[in-house]
């Protein structure tokens, strides 16, 4: 039996490997081929972390781009998080057209001269907070 966190490492590396086969149009049989000619292996299931590691440089060498991702951490401020609440609750409603990042900094913009909800007090965020009330109240 493996380890919870080496389980997760595994999930991890397949499911990196699943998303370039498919990023990369690679078809079953050589998908299979790439499998046993990079590991002696043609199943995931069989292979140990290293094998994957290996497997995984193999797709890059052919082109597979790993994407980061471009999320964000939520805030450790819990009233930062109550406006980009009530900021997608107003887009869910269509009370605001963009419903993007870059539309919500420019309303907190506007309002306080701050760049970001992240960079208010909470003194600067509550009337931000109301105003976004009042909107989704509208809405």
């Known amino acids: 039996m493996r380890p919870a966190c080496e389980g997760?490492?595994?999930?991890?590396?397949?499911?990196?490997?699943?998303?370039?086969?498919?990023?990369?149009?690679?078809?079953?049989?050589?998908?299979?081929?790439?499998?046993?000619?990079?590991?002696?292996k043609d199943s995931l299931r069989s292979m140990t972390p290293g094998e994957l590691?290996?497997?995984?440089?193999?797709?890059?060498?052919?082109?597979?781009?790993?994407?980061?991702?471009?999320?964000?951490?939520?805030?450790?401020?819990?009233?930062?998080?109550?406006?980009?609440?009530?900021?997608?609750?107003?887009?869910?409603?269509?009370v605001v057209d963009d419903g993007s990042k870059a539309a919500l900094r420019s309303f907190v913009t506007k309002r306080t001269g701050k760049t970001d909800p992240e960079f208010l007090t909470y003194g600067e965020a509550t009337p931000v907070i109301e105003a976004l009330k009042a909107m989704e109240a509208r809405g």
């Not at 595994?10 to 079953?28: D, F, K």
């Not at 440089?57 to 951490?73: C, D, Q, S």
Request: charged letters at 30%.
């Open 8 to 40: 997760r490492m595994m999930a991890r590396h397949t499911a990196i490997i699943n998303i370039a086969r498919v990023q990369l149009g690679i078809e079953e049989d050589d998908y299979r081929a790439l499998l046993k000619n990079t590991v002696g």
């Open 53 to 94: 590691d290996r497997v995984i440089e193999a797709l890059k060498a052919r082109g597979f781009k790993m994407n980061r991702g471009n999320k964000t951490r939520a805030s450790s401020k819990p009233y930062v998080r109550l406006i980009w609440a009530l900021w997608r609750s107003c887009a869910q409603k269509g």
